[in-house]
Structure formats: C-alpha cells, structure tokens
C-alpha cells in the first residue's frame, strides 16, 4: 500500500478512506494483520492493522522489508490522449519506471485536460502492482511550444518515425523520451523542439507505431537496462 507521509516506527497512523475500503473490503483484513506499506523516501515497511472499520483504518510500521533505492530520472513526455489510451500510457510508464510524466498538447491533439487525481491513482495502483516505491510525478498538460521555451539541461530523446532517426538506445541519465500526437507535430513544433540545445531524434523501428504502442516501446528499449 503506498502511504505518502510514513512516521516513524511505533507511531500509529490513518490511511485514506479509499484506502481504508480497499483493506477492509477487498482485501478483508482485520485487526491484528499485516501488510506491506511504502513510498519512495522510506521504502517498505510491514505494518500492522491496529483499527479498521469499513470507511476507516489505522496502522502502525513495524519493521523495513525494503531499504528506498535510488530510481532512473526519466521523463516521458507525451501528446494527450484520449482518455483510454492515457490511463494505460500512465499505468505503462509507472510500471516502466518513469519518474515524471508530462502530458503535453499540440496542434493536432484533441484532448487538452485531464484529471491529475485519477491519473496520480492509476499510477499509485501501478506502483503498488510491479512493487515500484516511487509514483512518478504527473504534471499538468503544457502546450509544447510553452514546455520547450522553458526547458531544462536535460537530454531529449524526440520518437520521430521517419527513417533518418537512429534507433533509440538505453538511457545513460537523466533523460526524457517525448512522443507525438497521432497526428504527427507541426512543422512550427518540430522546429520549436529541434531548438532545444541536447535533442535527438530516435527511432523505435520501421514501422509507424500508434502514439501508445511509441511510449510504451520507447520507454521499455530506454530503460529496462538500467539498473
Ligand atoms: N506523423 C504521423 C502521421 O500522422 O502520419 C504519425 C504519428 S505516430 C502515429 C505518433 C507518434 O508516435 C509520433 O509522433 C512519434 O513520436 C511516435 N512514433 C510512431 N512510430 C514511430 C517510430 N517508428 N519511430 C519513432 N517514433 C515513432
């Protein structure tokens, strides 16, 4: 279970309501069980249940199973969705290890908001289910022209399927994958990021790839070697 703020061992602490539904009445545990507890900055603990009822639970760190472990920087930065194929690209690149993710609009985007709290809980769940200590980060949706006016000293790595681009390779740093609408970037974006002073256009094979299957294949070839 991720719980943002762990005190420290002995001291009891309350859950979120959802949270606390979720122990009591799917996981159907009691007083006296256990569980594993987590975030990023103290890695994971066994805690015990001290109180729960249907809409409430406390529970208090035990001991550390898991000491926090360092994780790669990597950004994914990705034209938005329809709501669908979001959920999955958040749940795939939590999963993947991303430490940040960037919704981005363009020209040729239909979508331009989203529900942070809904895409946060989508990768919470992610977390919890590869055994991940860290949620990355979501950010609010930035049109693109206005994310690389302001863009950091940090390498980006652009998916461009036309055949010039070199095959990505795995992540050597900090770093950020970005992957465009189903519509392809406009002539006046792609100069805006080309602008950008450490950028590389990579490929992710011959094929054109739907904007989905781009992140999720990016993200696996960029990251999976890193330790
Ligand atoms: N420009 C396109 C068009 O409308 O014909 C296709 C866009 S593609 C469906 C969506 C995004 O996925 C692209 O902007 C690119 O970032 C990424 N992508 C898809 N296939 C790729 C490939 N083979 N190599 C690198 N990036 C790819």
């Known amino acids: 279970l991720y719980v943002p703020d762990l005190p420290t061992p002995g001291e009891a602490f309350a859950v979120s309501d959802g949270q606390a539904h979720y122990l009591a009445n799917v996981m159907r545990l009691a007083e006296g069980d256990s569980l594993r507890v987590f975030n990023g900055m103290a890695g994971e603990w066994r805690a015990a249940v001290r109180k729960i009822s249907r809409k409430a ?15 790669p920087d990597a950004w994914l930065c990705f034209a938005l969705l329809k709501r669908q194929k979001t959920d999955m690209v958040v749940e795939k690149a939590t999963e993947l290890g991303v430490s940040v993710i960037q919704p981005i609009i363009t020209a040729r985007t239909n979508a331009d908001h989203v529900n942070l709290g809904r895409l946060h809980a ?13 949620v990355p980060e979501i950010r609010a949706p930035l049109p693109v022209m206005k994310l690389m006016a302001d863009w950091p000293a940090r390498p980006l790595f652009v998916a461009d399927e036309r ?18 609408p189903e519509g392809g970037f406009t002539d006046q974006e792609l100069e805006a990021i080309a602008r950008t002073p450490i950028i590389t256009r990579v490929s992710l094979g ?6 989905e299957t781009a992140a999720i294949a990016g993200l696996a ?3 999976a070697a890193l330790p």
Do not use: D, K, S
């Open 57 to 71: 639970a406390v529970l208090e760190a035990l001991t550390q199973t898991r000491p926090p472990a360092p994780e």
């Open 122 to 134: 989508i990768a919470t769940e992610a977390a919890e289910q590869c055994e991940r200590l860290h």
């Open 163 to 180: 055949r010039t681009a070199a095959l990505l390779g795995p992540a050597t740093g900090p770093t950020a994958l970005m992957i465009g």
């Open 206 to 211: 011959r094929r054109i790839l739907r904007a």
């Open 221 to 223: 070839l960029h990251l």
